[in-house]
């Protein structure tokens, strides 16, 4: 059966690959891509939606999908490290109220609430594997450097979210699977400032996107709540 698939942050470097690879895909009828502004390949398949996680009020753009009678698979792929207000805490003295919030806001809120809006559409879906992309650096146990407080907390936090989420939807069909995936290192705007010191792999998004969909194609219902990396790997919590 052909598969409907939804792609959060289609903007992004990542969210980008995702969406051309399921585009290239035969087996995927249709690809809804949400982003801050509308954003398509000229692919006939794709359906662009407006979706800002700082306005309130912008997940009512969703009942536009309201038609799609089941979807497969939903990528969310939105995030933020830094911005033009936001930097990276170095310490605690960096951290301020704007940035936690600002942080939190796209990173844990929106990705959370986004899918209370399309659970009428997962509910009537026959299992959906729903994808958070998430950060190594939001494992408590693997932190031994600090910093980036709101990033990596909210990163934890998302962690959380998937887990509870994977419990709760288990309820509703065995069959839907929610997982978290770090992607790897990967070259875009997130992590464009801090690429020079970096001393492992840098991975293009296309390369990183490649070994994800791989995990996603073979993830079953006993990996959901759990977090991977890029290979298959579990990441401890
Ligand atoms: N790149 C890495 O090395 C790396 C490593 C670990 C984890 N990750 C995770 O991978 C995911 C994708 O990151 P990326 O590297 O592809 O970064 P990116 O190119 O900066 O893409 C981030 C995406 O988030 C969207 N976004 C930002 N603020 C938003 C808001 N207020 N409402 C809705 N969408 C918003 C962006 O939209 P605009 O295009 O409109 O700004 C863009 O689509 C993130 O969750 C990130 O934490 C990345």
Redesign the pocket.
């Known amino acids: 059966m052909k598969k409907n698939i939804l792609i959060a ?7 980008r690959e995702f969406s051309r690879f399921y585009s290239d895909d035969p087996n995927v009828e249709k690809i809804v891509t949400l ?3 509308t954003y398509g390949f000229g692919d006939k398949k794709i359906q662009s939606i407006e ?4 306005k309130e009020g912008t997940f009512e753009n969703l009942d536009k999908i309201s038609q799609l009678e089941s979807i497969s698979t939903i990528i969310i ?5 830094h911005t033009d207000q936001v930097k990276p805490e170095k310490s605690i003295d960096n951290i301020n109220f704007e940035s936690l919030r600002d942080v939190f806001q ?1 990173n844990v809120f ?1 990705p959370i609430l986004l899918v209370k809006k399309l659970l009428p559409l997962i509910k009537k879906s026959g299992g959906v594997k729903i994808v958070f ?1 998430t ?1 190594r650096v939001g494992s408590i146990s693997d932190n031994e450097l600090g910093g980036w407080y709101s990033y990596r907390s909210s990163k934890s936090a998302l962690n959380m979210m998937i887990k509870n989420l994977s419990i709760e939807l288990k309820r509703a069909n065995k069959e839907n699977i929610v997982i978290g995936i ?2 790897g ?2 070259k ?4 464009e400032p801090f690429l020079r010191n970096v001393k492992h792999n840098i991975f293009t998004p296309r390369k990183s996107v490649e070994l994800m969909t791989q995990v996603i194609s073979k993830i079953s219902q006993k990996d959901s709540g759990k977090c991977f990396d890029f290979l298959g790997k579990v990441i401890d919590p």
């Open positions: 942050g289609a903007s992004g470097a990542i969210g982003s801050r502004k979706v800002d996680y700082s792929a939105t995030g933020i490290l796209v929106g992309l950060a770090h992607p290192t990967v875009s705007h997130l992590s």
